[in-house]
């Protein structure tokens, strides 16, 4: 699976040489390929998925960014204290797209809770899949911290779409005790039902 780099909606869909120097469809080894967009208007956003549709596997939408810049541009993981608007966005799009629509977010600050309500109403609005960030958006560069993998484990529990986990992995063996938390959580669900 491999994902683009974040793609901002409204340059996409302002500035045609945007696409040109940042959007690259890749070759047939870089498939699946998810298209990454940034932003908060429903209407640009979708204008700028549409442009690239047909050379991705799916849309995915960047709630995730927590970087200064997102802030000042109204997306990324600054969009998670609005939570309507990235539930909006999600809808919007899997409803218009005839690829499926992703989202990557983080843990909300105020606990894993609040973030599986939202993470629900993502999925019961379209959301294909959902990429989880184990940290909060405060949590980066310096005050990265660890990655709550607990946390995700909470989200596999609590959603029936696919939940890819994200954070605190640098090697093969990081790689292994994350799918063997996550993993062994949706198949404790699984007997369970």
Same mark, same amino acid.
């Given at each position: 699976?491999? #994902?683009?780099?974040?793609?901002?909606?409204?340059?996409?869909?302002?500035?045609?040489? #945007?696409k040109k120097l940042?959007?690259? &469809?890749?070759?047939? +080894? +870089?498939?699946?390929?998810?298209?990454?967009?940034?932003?908060? +208007?429903? $209407?640009?956003?979708?204008?700028? =998925? *549409?442009?690239?549709?047909?050379?991705?596997s799916a849309v995915?939408?960047?709630?995730?960014?927590? $970087? &200064?810049?997102?802030?000042?541009?109204? #997306?990324?993981?600054?969009?998670?204290?609005?939570?309507?608007?990235?539930?909006?966005?999600?809808?919007?799009? &899997?409803?218009?797209?005839?690829?499926?629509?992703?989202?990557?977010?983080?843990?909300?600050?105020?606990?894993?809770?609040?973030?599986?309500?939202l993470c629900l *109403?993502? %999925?019961?609005?379209?959301?294909?899949?959902?990429?989880?960030?184990? *940290?909060?958006?405060?949590?980066?560069? %310096?005050? =990265?911290?660890?990655?709550?993998?607990?946390?995700?484990?909470?989200?596999?529990?609590?959603? +029936?779409?696919?939940?890819?986990?994200?954070?605190?992995?640098?090697?093969?063996?990081? =790689?292994?005790?994350?799918?063997? %938390?996550?993993?062994?959580? *949706?198949?404790?669900?699984?007997?369970?039902?």
């Amino acid at each position: 699976l491999c #994902y683009t780099p974040m793609l901002h909606a409204r340059l996409m869909t302002e500035h045609p040489s #945007y696409k040109k120097l940042h959007f690259d &469809a890749g070759g047939e +080894d +870089d498939r699946p390929l998810f298209g990454q967009l940034a932003g908060h +208007d429903p $209407q640009v956003v979708l204008s700028a =998925a *549409r442009l690239i549709e047909d050379s991705v596997s799916a849309v995915d939408l960047n709630f995730g960014c927590p $970087q &200064a810049i997102a802030r000042k541009g109204r #997306y990324g993981a600054f969009l998670l204290e609005e939570p309507d608007v990235p539930v909006m966005l999600v809808e919007t799009l &899997a409803r218009e797209l005839s690829v499926p629509v992703t989202a990557k977010v983080r843990i909300l600050p105020s606990g894993i809770e609040d973030s599986i309500e939202l993470c629900l *109403r993502m %999925q019961d609005a379209g959301a294909a899949a959902l990429c989880v960030h184990g *940290r909060t958006r405060t949590m980066n560069k %310096q005050r =990265a911290g660890a990655a709550d993998w607990n946390s995700i484990t909470r989200l596999v529990e609590a959603l +029936d779409i696919p939940v890819i986990a994200n954070g605190g992995v640098a090697c093969y063996a990081d =790689a292994e005790a994350c799918l063997e %938390q996550t993993v062994r959580a *949706r198949v404790r669900v699984r007997v369970v039902h």
